[in-house]
């Protein structure tokens, strides 16, 4: 997990940063995303797996539960906006923001640690308890969101419609992840693991496929996402430096050309076209993993 960890920062750095999201090896805008959090959660995880498993857990549910009693503390402080807090760490020529704050996703890895070890259980132990925590995960948030004092830093209101006073109920804080925004993804993604448990239906065997290559298919899809972009631009403007250039913030990961954009239709069609363009990509990697016993590609 230490040495995990240390690559999943050093992917996000380079990897991600330059030949993924942005094109550029400037490190002029540098956003700390989803594999720099995850990497330091694994760090984090190689120092607690030396204690028992329902402390872990505990610690990791207490990270959960109270990290929004904090909500309100506001600091310049480097160390505290990467633990809690979404803010740039660095400002200037050179920004470096931090998108994932820590605390909340290391207490996400450290509980997932102790939710592993239920696959040492009998099957229908397992499946009893995944339930239950699903069911008791997804009626949590309903109630604590319904009380609407605590667990997110933006409270729901009444809207003009039914439905829209249901889009603010469920609009919870992403970043850094609110007790709610966990209590409603993690108790649906536990009964899923209930319904799913000792079978995959067929129609999610794909899905395997990519789960098999998860690192391989992340940033290789950033990075396809990006060349069709250069390509589409290309065409239209008879140029492409915009998709090269993130002058500040406000331009990450590149900067869209006048008119730039797609309607959402045309936006769901691209996101379908790459990933079934992904699978067979990940179809031959996952086969070279089976072949060759090579260190680095357990990596991805």
């Known amino acids: 997990m230490l040495t ?8 996000e750095l380079v990897l991600a940063r330059c030949f993924a999201y942005q094109f550029n090896v400037d490190y002029q805008i540098t956003l700390l995303l989803v594999l720099w959090a995850i990497g330091w959660a694994m760090i984090t995880l190689a120092a607690l797996v030396h204690l028992p498993v329902s402390v872990v857990t505990a610690i990791g549910a207490l990270l959960i539960a109270g990290h929004n009693l904090f909500d309100s503390v506001r600091s310049a402080n480097p160390l505290w906006t990467i633990l809690h807090q979404q803010r740039a760490v660095l400002s200037g020529d050179h920004v470096v923001f931090v998108a994932y704050p820590l605390i909340p996703w290391i207490g996400v ?26 069911l008791a995960t997804s009626l949590a948030f309903v109630v604590i969101r319904g009380i609407n004092g605590y667990g997110d830093p933006a409270h729901w209101m009444p809207q003009p419609t039914a439905l829209f006073t249901a889009l603010s109920f469920l609009n919870a804080t992403k970043q850094p992840p609110s007790l709610l925004y966990l209590l409603m ?20 065997r794909p899905a395997l ?3 098999r290559v998860p690192m391989f298919y992340y940033l290789t899809h950033f990075a396809l996402l990006h060349v069709l972009a250069v390509g589409v631009c290309y065409l239209r ?3 492409a430096h915009w998709m090269f250039e993130s002058p500040d913030l406000a331009h990450y990961p590149f900067s869209p050309p006048p008119g730039w954009g797609f309607t959402l239709p045309a936006v769901y069609l691209w996101w379908a076209s790459v990933v079934l363009a992904m699978y067979p990509l990940c179809v031959w990697f996952g086969r070279l ?3 060759r016993s090579d260190a680095w590609l357990s990596y991805f």
Request: aromatic share 12%; proline share 5%.
């Open 209 to 211: 496929t990519f789960g």
């Open 185 to 204: 993804t993690l108790g649906p993604a536990l009964l899923v693991l209930w319904a799913v448990d000792g079978r995959t239906p067929r129609l999610l």
């Open 109 to 134: 890895t450290a509980v997932g640690y102790g939710l592993g070890h239920l696959y040492s259980w009998t099957p229908d132990e397992r499946r009893a308890w995944l339930l239950r925590l699903g």
């Open 237 to 239: 403007y008879r140029t």
């Open 4 to 11: 995990r960890g240390i690559w999943l920062i050093g992917a």
């Open 289 to 291: 993993k089976q072949r």
